[in-house]
């Protein structure tokens, strides 16, 4: 399942996304029109334009948007994994494990404050989507003024240079057969500005490196067939290849 998070009024030419629409992926057009007295609202020519394609055709996406896509790690019969090239888009991978038990308990608290949602003279019971309706937490104005503080924290050439030598330790690792690529450096940097400012900081430090290679790279890396045979675990490498380079 892909995710498109974008603001609530995005839309085109009268067309909106609806609940329950069949999303066929993200493309990528590149606009063809001629300059005009609108010309500020739109793509210029040569530009590009991201946009959705749904069955009524391409929605064009409104900046900022962000992409997300889930993954089930059971039950993947009639399922095919992503090739490489295309996980190495993915700038992180996120795994998420089960919760705590307290954590457990208070999902089923909240479950069972849950009435019923009317509708005509029926109804049906609430689920878990019908609590998707805060208000945003923050207006676009505020996001992107976040982003460009982003662009301005410092990355020294001595963390640009600990990047390189993560990345290409994951293509010499005897366990490794397809090692990150350069977009993985790329994903290190870009990450490590984001959560230097989520913690108040206005350059990147060591610990973000430690703290995000996980969630950067493991997506990107793919052990050799002997590695999994004898149960070597990517999880296993990686941590060995920080110990090298700390």
Do not use: W
Request: glycine share 6%.
């Amino acid at each position: 399942m892909t995710i498109v998070s974008m603001p609530r009024d995005a839309g085109s030419n009268g067309k909106a996304c609806r609940q329950g629409q069949r999303c066929h992926g993200l493309r990528t057009a590149t606009a063809q029109r001629e300059p005009d007295e609108n010309a500020h609202e739109r793509p210029q020519h040569g530009q590009h334009q991201v946009g959705l394609v749904l069955e009524m055709g391409l929605l064009p996406l409104q900046e900022p948007f962000m992409v997300l896509a889930t993954q089930n790690p059971i039950e993947q019969s009639g399922t095919f994994e992503l090739p490489e090239a295309q996980l190495d888009r993915f700038m992180l991978c996120h795994r998420l494990h089960y919760p705590d038990a307290r954590e457990e308990e208070e999902i089923l608290r909240r479950q069972l404050q849950l009435g019923l949602r009317h509708q005509d003279k029926g109804a049906v019971p609430q689920s878990s989507f019908d609590l998707l309706n805060q208000p945003p937490v923050a207006t676009i104005e505020e996001l992107v003024a976040a982003m460009d503080a982003v662009q301005k924290i410092y990355v020294s050439d001595v963390f640009t240079k600990h990047c390189v030598e993560l990345v290409r330790r994951t293509r010499r690792h005897k366990s490794v057969d397809v090692g990150g690529s350069p977009r993985a450096g790329i994903a290190l940097t870009l990450a490590a500005r984001a959560r230097a400012f989520i913690h108040g900081r206005d350059y990147a430090v060591p610990e973000d490196l430690y703290a995000l290679a996980e969630d950067v790279l493991l997506h990107r890396m793919r052990l050799t067939y002997e590695a999994l045979a004898s149960g070597v675990s990517g999880t296993a490498v990686l941590r060995e290849i920080l110990a090298e380079v700390g």
